[in-house]
């Protein structure tokens, strides 16, 4: 697929496909910024706005639902295993598990919300479209 494709939306992607590509970009997202500072950062926020246009794009139409359900709950399950395993990495080392949950998410939040509002207004504009 081109880049001209992709911005025309033309997924092809059914849904658990997408979903496989959302858990391997998240992994692959935390692990470069882990591993370049140890803690999460402003390149996560990028990378998941980024991340959340892929699958939006790439999406099927009949997987829509499910993609539109898709970056709060990748977020969410990727600072759970994040604060169980490193609370540090999310908040401040002496934070247990839900204080780094909960900070890591309203620290993130602006992310999430352009994330997830990009990816809404794609899947809205690919609606309309079609």
């Known amino acids: 697929m081109s880049l001209l494709e992709a911005a025309r939306g033309t997924g092809t992607e059914p849904g ?45 139409r009949s997987a829509f639902f499910a993609v539109g359900m898709t970056p709060p709950l990748l977020m969410l399950a990727a600072f759970t295993a994040i604060a169980l395993v490193s609370p540090g990495a999310l908040a ?3 934070d247990g598990a839900v204080q780094a949950l909960v900070s890591g998410m309203l620290l993130h939040a602006p992310g999430l919300a352009a994330g997830y509002a990009l990816c809404l207004l794609t899947l809205g504009a690919r609606m309309t479209r079609d």
Do not use: K, Y
């Open 92 to 94: 401040r080392p002496e």
């Open 16 to 60: 658990p496909r997408v979903a496989v590509v959302g858990v391997l970009g998240m992994l692959t997202i935390l692990a470069v910024d882990l591993g370049l500072g140890g803690r999460v950062s402003s390149f996560f926020d990028l990378s998941f706005v980024v991340l959340c246009l892929v699958l939006a794009v790439r999406a099927d």
